[in-house]
Every structure is written in structure tokens, then in C-alpha cells.
Nanobody, 125 residues
């Protein structure tokens, strides 16, 4: 059974850091492009970052450029999202998703087939 499980969400103060993990079971993560999305209360789910298969090229939303870093560890079948300089507007449920498209983007959620259940990130003092 194909499954993605996110972890690492927490309550953190503004300016703090977190590292989210997306672990896969039932399939090899590096065969898919992996994206991170987030959804704040009352808002649409938005793309945050993605790392492509084959060349591991990365893409970031403008709102997180320079603060977030996506990476993959193929030996652990896991993709990470390192988040620094967190802001209250980064609050939301963070989801990872897998796409068979080589260079899936961040705008079209339909490009992603498999989704995790999400992990809550709250940035507040």
C-alpha cells in the first residue's frame, strides 16, 4: 500500500526553525517528484516547495524563498522541509504529496497523486 507520512510539526515562536519529514512506504520516493503544500484555516491549500525526481531540481514559492529548504534522503526514503525564520503566516497544516510528473509544479494540486495526512505547524509567540 502506497503511503506518505508527515511528521515534525510543532508550535514554534516567530523566528524559530522546524524540520518536517515526509516518509514513504510501499514505493520508492526518489521515483516521484515530491511536493510540500500547506493550508491555513479558511484558505486554499498552496504549494510551498517541490523536489523533482531524476535531477532533484527544486522549486519554491516566493513567500518561502531563502527561508525553506527541501531535500531528499534516498537511503531513508524520506523528503525533508527545513523551515527557518518562521513567521506567523507560515502557520498551517503541511502536507507532502507525490507526483509522477518529472517537473510537477506548485500551482496544480491535481498533478500530485498521493498525499499524506498532514502535520500541524503553528508559529506564534
Amino acid at each position: 500500500q502506497l503511503r506518505l507520512v508527515e511528521s515534525g510539526g510543532a508550535l514554534v515562536q516567530p523566528g524559530g526553525s522546524l524540520r518536517l519529514s515526509c516518509a514513504a512506504s510501499g514505493f520508492t520516493l526518489n521515483s516521484y517528484t515530491i511536493g510540500w503544500f500547506r493550508q491555513a484555516p479558511g484558505k486554499e491549500r498552496e504549494g510551498v516547495s517541490r523536489v523533482s525526481t531524476i535531477d532533484s531540481s527544486t522549486l519554491y514559492a516566493d513567500s518561502v524563498k531563502g527561508r525553506f529548504t527541501i531535500s531528499r534522503d534516498n537511503t531513508k526514503n524520506t523528503v525533508y522541509l527545513r523551515m527557518n525564520s518562521l513567521k506567523p503566516e507560515d502557520t498551517g497544516v503541511y502536507y507532502c504529496a507525490a507526483s509522477a510528473r518529472l517537473y510537477a509544479g506548485l500551482q496544480n494540486r491535481e498533478e500530485y497523486t498521493y498525499w499524506g495526512q498532514g502535520t500541524q505547524v503553528t508559529v506564534s509567540s
